[in-house]
């Protein structure tokens, strides 16, 4: 399908949950959104810890969604707001944080993307793995292209 000439391209959705590899994607997904003339879709994911107690039965210790996407939103707006100083013409980028498992939030994000950016390896327990679990998944999965962002070399 050929896009009209007064359409933007799909957004550019770039992956980020804090780790090293992550601030590395949103600086690659900006460069390519100004190259390609569209917009970043930043997209992080959360999820309430399952910690029960027993007291007249099991319930969570932890409310439901209590400042996890506030906590999620805030350190996706700091490093979205780092990597644009430092770009001369940064790309327009929109913030999405939803609850759920990081693959399920992507995959959702990435239905409507040209493009999926992600760090190679995130917060999991192996991270002497080539290819973190999430990334792993999405360029297996995605409806679209995949960048896998290499983790950044020690100075």
């Known amino acids: 399908m050929a896009q009209r000439a007064d359409e933007r ?3 550019v959705v770039v992956g980020v949950d804090g780790s090293a590899c992550s601030q590395a994607a949103p600086r690659w ?8 003339g569209s917009t970043v879709e930043a997209v992080a994911a959360w999820q309430s810890p399952e910690v029960y107690a027993y007291t007249l039965g099991w319930s969570p210790l ?7 996407a506030k906590i999620a939103e805030r350190a996706l707006q700091e490093t979205v707001a780092a990597v644009r100083d430092q770009l001369d013409h940064p790309a327009e980028v929109t913030i999405r944080v939803d609850e759920g498992h ?8 990435a239905r409507t ?10 917060h999991g ?3 002497g ?5 999430v990334s792993q998944h999405c360029v297996q999965h995605a ?3 995949v960048v896998v962002i290499p983790q950044p070399r020690p100075a």
């Open 9 to 11: 391209p799909s957004p």
């Open 29 to 36: 997904g900006l460069a390519q959104a100004e190259l390609t």
């Open 62 to 68: 932890v409310p439901e969604g209590t400042e996890f």
């Open 102 to 109: 990081p693959v399920q939030v992507l995959m959702d994000a």
């Open 113 to 122: 993307a040209q493009l999926l950016v992600l760090g190679s390896r995130g």
């Open 125 to 127: 327990t192996f991270t």
């Open 129 to 133: 793995i080539l290819l973190g679990s």
């Open 143 to 145: 409806p679209c292209p």
